[in-house]
Nanobody, 118 residues
């Protein structure tokens, strides 16, 4: 399975952006989104199981929504009420059921840059 993330861009604080992650084939993996600032560790943002069960980092609860369309091999991350501190490179990844830790994921897509201006 290969993953490709897209949808990053420049948005003003308070705005919204939707990231997409497409898989090269149907996958029953949990798909997660992570974020990383230059020189810092990659941090968990959200994940969704094949069944639709979701997990969120506390910092994005109520602002970000993860969803998936299994028929299209797509996972989305709808980001709302964006803050300048949400500026990061965002990565999608596939891992075992319910995974929320970076080390649990072994399939990674390339990153997409999200920049939130104040």
């Amino acid at each position: 399975v290969q993953l490709q993330a897209s949808g990053g861009g420049l948005v003003q604080a308070g705005g919204s952006l939707r990231l997409s992650c497409i898989a090269s084939e149907r996958t029953y993996y949990t798909v997660g989104w992570f974020r990383q600032a230059p020189g810092k560790e990659r941090m968990f943002v959200a994940a969704i199981r094949w069944t639709g069960i979701t997990y969120y980092a506390d910092s994005v609860k109520g602002r970000f929504t993860i969803s998936r369309d299994n028929a299209k091999n797509m996972v989305y991350l709808q980001m709302s009420s964006l803050k300048p501190e949400d500026t990061d490179i965002y990565y999608c990844a596939a891992g075992p059921a319910g995974a929320t830790m970076e080390t649990q994921y072994n399939i990674w897509g390339q990153g997409t840059l999200v920049t939130v201006s104040s």
